[in-house]
């Protein structure tokens, strides 16, 4: 059964940092592509990084390029999300999210984790 698990999610004062991460169980990490996406109140979900599956070839969305990086060891099964500057407008539940091609439209991840949740306030 593939299954993606988020942590790592919390509460951060605005400037502060956190780590993401994304283990996966029931297939193997490195025959597909990961994607990062939020999604805050009232709001659709959105694209925040994808990396590719050798971490060759990575994309950001334009609201966290300069401020997040995305990663992954496919020896762990895992990837992660580096969140640094956090901003409030960053608040939102955080998914990882996997599948076969490299695209940033979250309608063609087909596998996602249960997400976990990020607040930045002071």
């Known amino acids: 059964q593939v299954q993606l698990v988020e942590s790592g999610g919390g509460l951060v004062q605005p400037g502060g940092s956190l780590r993401l991460s994304c283990a996966a169980s029931g297939f193997t990490l490195d025959n597909y592509v990961i994607g990062w996406f939020r999604q805050a109140p009232g709001k659709e979900r959105e694209f925040v990084a994808v990396i590719d599956w050798d971490g060759s070839t990575t994309h950001y969305a334009e609201s966290v390029k300069g401020r997040f990086t995305i990663s992954r060891d496919n020896a762990k099964n895992m990837a992660y999300l580096q969140m640094n500057s956090l901003k409030p407008d960053d608040t939102a539940a955080y998914y990882c999210?996997?599948?076969?091609?490299?695209?940033?439209?979250?309608?063609?991840?087909?596998?996602w984790g249960q997400g976990t949740q990020v607040t930045v306030s002071s």
């Open positions: 999210a996997a599948d076969y091609a490299l695209n940033v439209d979250p309608h063609e991840f087909h596998h």
